[in-house]
């Protein structure tokens, strides 16, 4: 999902929308960012951030307190979405989860195809945008699933999964050089 937390708190209020919001503590009390909205990304501001930190990079920050509850419903619904298309379905997080569609439900051949309409079924049933990635296995499919937020789809073919995976290898040798 896409900025989870943030996203259902600026569709349930319609006055942040637009606007950068944070999920999480008050910089008073030595609160933490559980979620950043994608106007306060622009900002430099994270998930797991010291609030205080977050209010000096954004004065106008709007700190909004954790609704876990909600949350959680709103992610049964998108898992009950996942198992409409695969039995074989590895909840992550609230926000995350790897779905193997080798075999699926609506014997849709292409893993693309499926991922939109999931996507396009997350839309529609929630008003919240997801982005997917598409591989051969979990790693690279999270790989995938990071290129283009917020609401992509990203593939990684089996035959550029080799070269993929070597780039990175070769940047954790280097970053472990440096």
Known sequence: MDAFYASVEQRDNPSYRGKPLVVGGSPNQRGVVAAASYEARK???YSAMPSVTAI???PGLIFVRPRFDVY???STSIH?????YSDLVEGVALDEAYLDVTENRQNIPYASTIARH???AILQETQLTA????????FLAKMAS???????LTVILPEQAMSTTSRKRLRLRRAAAN
């Open 118 to 120: 999931i996507k396009t």
């Open 43 to 45: 900002f430099d501001i």
């Open 80 to 84: 009950a979405i996942f198992k409409r």
């Open 72 to 74: 959680r419903e709103i």
């Open 56 to 58: 000096a990079k954004c």
């Open 131 to 138: 982005t997917a990635g598409v591989s051969i296995n979990k």
């Open 146 to 152: 990071g290129q283009n937020k917020p609401n992509g």
